[in-house]
């Protein structure tokens, strides 16, 4: 049985890992790359295709003051579009455009390809494995519906 001291001690060891790799991940962006929450949008578009900006904000948990200004950046810069709901007149659709499917393919190719990277030369094949293992538990962690505690 673990203390307390010792849960809150992996807990912040998870956390810790989990943002180092996220912003190794992200590294610094090449020049008209689209990053962070821009990126985050495309992907969500990529795999759940055009929705409406309440189901987009809901998706990516953020608020709609954040997601307006995230959607216009986009939009500037062609890689989303935003026709009409043809079932609700009233209401947009967000949908991906082949420029931005393609700037989510580049930034999304360059992420990989430093994963694939540090991986062949950091981790053996045991490792590999444990850590596509903990990504489902992540990811499944990730989905959970609960909220975030603020101190």
Known sequence: MTSGDDRESS?????RAVLRLARRLRGPALDGEVTGSGLALLAS?????????????????????????????????????RPIDPVDRRRQQIALTPAGAAALKRAMTRRRAWLANAMSCQLNDADRRTLLAAADVMLRLADHAGEVEHE
């Open 11 to 15: 807990e912040a060891r998870i956390v």
């Open 45 to 81: 578009l990529h795999r759940e295709g055009p929705m409406s900006a309440v189901s987009l904000a809901r998706s990516e948990g953020l608020q709609p003051q954040s997601l307006s200004r995230l959607l216009a950046q986009l939009e500037a810069n062609t890689l989303i579009d």
